[in-house]
């Protein structure tokens, strides 16, 4: 056990390196490029800020969003009244989970107009079903025997959900929400075709201006931020999960 | 057996209680009447589906009845609030409920907290309870439950079940999930923590070994909670009420009820004795006037040291240190019947010898003592059913 949580840190601490050595990578090959105008207007210290900035916001406010709406549904869908309706509800949320978020990004637009919301809208509807899966598969794995121990010994049902049932469900619902932001960090590129910026604009200009630096550039920066948000989902998973529990 | 139940007032009365689930024409109890004393360990004991847990899990209402009143000391909690009224009846269950993420300290202070007792009460107790059942609390306190064995994790539990002193503890087939000796263990334990504690306890077990060896009373459970029999152990042993309860107490009942007497029951029989530092030919003469043609030796403290027969005093040694069969087999009044003969086939079947705390000699108990303690309950059991079959004789001649 010593050593799986030794195992575990040291995974942790691993990948700031690959950012930092992505990073590090990126930068001494730009060095080596002759970048000309078209491509410096891009691929500049304040361009390449502004747009990780949006990227990592329009994600993190997206993820926000799904576990604000995730959380009450999956407690609401696993107390006895709505036990029974919860895989019907998770099957009818599942046809949205088939449309495309790029779709959805478009559909959004035509009622709507362009921008950041409109995007972080498309982000949540594409990942809330996965998150809210986990929430309830998080609440629905705890032994019923512990929930008759609460209730046996005196605990109100609400007790019995923030004392018993949430706490041994955390790591399991975290896991959906870590995995929903790192999937949602890769689709906020699309974010670009909804004029709501991001790392998007980058990769679609150096696509469209067929510019390799400028491609790779916004490219290698997406996957840094997905892999900054995955590490820091796992941090919260660690820091979160209850003890005394594998 | 001594009579635990002070002056009989009840702690539970259950009244005409039924449950009926819906969908089902038959209710799984149905208008079940039954009192449990104050300080009383009453079993119910039955097949599964006899509605045995279903009855258990009413009286602290994590089952509502339909119909019927629970009444705890006196007052009518039928209808009180549940999560108040389960903070007054401990609860243990088989899989020992345990909450995974809370250490077995914080495991334990769960009911006291939600009586809201100060924290340093809490503490104070959470220590006294972990004591109580044979944890050392400093070593214990802090683990979390998946680091203790299935029978620690089980004391945990009766420890939480009793954390805030409830005068009635519920415990659902509390050792149905543990290998036999730890069952065994545990068993000992709960009735040395009753002995202590003395609460209203009723527990629920499909082992009617269990039920025995624990109850004060037995419930024998048929169908749809039908109860077939409710007395001591020793009634439903020794005079089973139906054929269906004579069929669940099974084969070896006469056995089994040697388990409820205990060796001072029986009188044991004086035995010639005499001391290791007695003259070798004084005692040759005693074991030749002996009747059984052996002496027991005692040692300064009237310990017995062993058996002496002829054998040993030809030719006659200097002194008795180390002479005779090393006298083993010793067991003291609370020892049971079943312990004796146990000892009695183990050994070679001479008799045990009886001691009292201090090891000290009180007697010998033998195999004519057992069979005679038999023979009396077997002429009890008869003259129980004659008298059963006249009163039915004469039932029937009435009507």
């Known amino acids: 056990m010593s050593g799986g949580g030794r195992g575990r840190w040291a995974g942790l601490a691993a990948r700031p390196l690959v950012v930092a050595l992505l990073l590090g990578g990126l930068w001494l090959w730009l060095r080596g490029q002759e970048l000309d105008s078209i491509e410096r207007r891009t691929i500049n210290a304040d361009y390449l800020l502004r747009a990780t900035r949006e990227h990592l916001w329009l994600t993190v406010v997206a993820t926000l969003a799904v576990a604000a709406l995730a959380l009450p549904l999956g407690v609401l869908l696993t107390r006895p009244a709505l036990r029974r309706v919860a895989p019907g509800v998770l099957a009818v949320l599942g046809v949205g989970q088939a449309v495309p978020a790029y779709g959805v990004m478009v559909l959004l637009t035509l009622r709507f107009g362009v921008g950041f919301r409109v995007a972080a809208v498309a982000l949540v509807a594409y990942s809330l079903l996965p998150v809210l899966r986990n929430v309830v598969t998080g609440i629905g794995q705890v032994d019923p025997a512990l929930v008759e121990a609460g209730r046996g010994m005196g605990m109100s049902r609400a007790a019995v959900l923030w004392r018993i049932e949430l706490p041994l469900a955390v790591p399991v619902v975290l896991t959906g929400l870590r995995t929903a932001m790192v999937i949602g960090a890769g689709v906020a590129t699309l974010a670009t075709f909804v004029g709501a910026g991001g790392l998007g604009d980058i990769i679609i200009n150096g696509i469209k201006l067929g510019r390799t630096p400028v491609l790779v550039t916004g490219s290698v920066l997406c996957a840094c931020v997905a892999l900054a948000l995955d590490w820091a989902g796992a941090v919260a998973e660690r820091a979160l999960s209850p003890r005394g529990v594998s | ?399």
């Open chain 2, 1 to 399: 057996m001594p009579d635990r139940t002070d002056a009989g007032r009840p702690m539970l009365r259950l009244r005409e209680l039924t449950k009926r689930y819906r969908g089902q024409d038959r209710p799984a109890v149905d208008r079940l009447s039954l009192d449990v004393a104050a300080g009383e360990l009453m079993v119910f004991v039955g097949p599964s589906g006899c509605g045995k847990t279903t009855t258990l899990k009413m009286i602290n209402r994590l089952v509502e009845p339909t119909s019927g009143s629970i009444e705890l000391d006196g007052e009518d909690v039928t209808h009180v609030d549940p999560n108040r009224l389960r903070r007054r009846i401990g609860y243990v269950i088989q899989q020992t409920g345990l909450l995974p993420h809370l250490t077995v300290g914080a495991n334990v202070a769960l009911v006291p907290r939600l009586l809201g007792w100060p924290s340093a009460r809490v503490r104070a107790r959470v220590d006294e309870m972990l004591e109580l059942v044979g944890l050392d609390p400093a070593e214990h306190r802090d683990r979390y439950p998946r680091e203790l064995s299935g029978g620690q994790q089980q004391r945990v539990g009766v420890a939480r079940a009793l954390a805030g002193d409830p005068p009635v503890l519920l415990m659902d087939e509390p050792f149905g999930a543990t290998d036999p000796l730890t069952r065994e263990r545990l068993q000992n334990e709960l009735l040395r923590v009753q002995a202590e504690v003395r609460k209203t306890i009723v527990l629920v077990t499909h082992d009617i070994d269990e039920a025995i060896k624990l109850g004060d009373r037995i419930a024998v459970f048929g169908e749809r909670s039908r109860l077939a029999q409710v007395g001591t152990p020793d009634e439903v042993l020794g005079r089973p009420a139906d054929p269906y309860v004579k069929r669940f107490v099974g084969a070896g009942a006469s056995l089994k009820r040697l388990h409820l007497v205990r060796l001072d029951a029986v009188p044991a029989r004086p035995f010639p004795t005499a001391r290791v530092t007695d003259d070798p030919a004084l005692v040759r003469d005693l074991v030749v006037r002996s009747r059984s043609g052996s002496v027991l030796l005692l040692d300064a403290a009237e310990r017995p040291v062993a058996w002496v027969a002829a054998d040993d005093l030809t030719p006659l040694p200097a002194d008795l240190a180390g002479v005779g069969l090393p006298a083993t087999a010793t067991l003291t009044a609370e020892a049971t019947l079943h312990d004796a003969l146990d000892v009695m086939l183990g050994t070679d079947g001479a008799g045990v010898i009886l001691v009292d705390g201090d090891g000290r000699f009180r007697g010998v108990v033998g195999l004519d003592e057992v069979m005679a303690h038999v023979a009396r309950l077997h002429a009890e059991s008869r003259r129980h059913d004659v008298a059963a079959a006249a009163a039915l004789g004469s039932a029937e001649g009435a009507a």
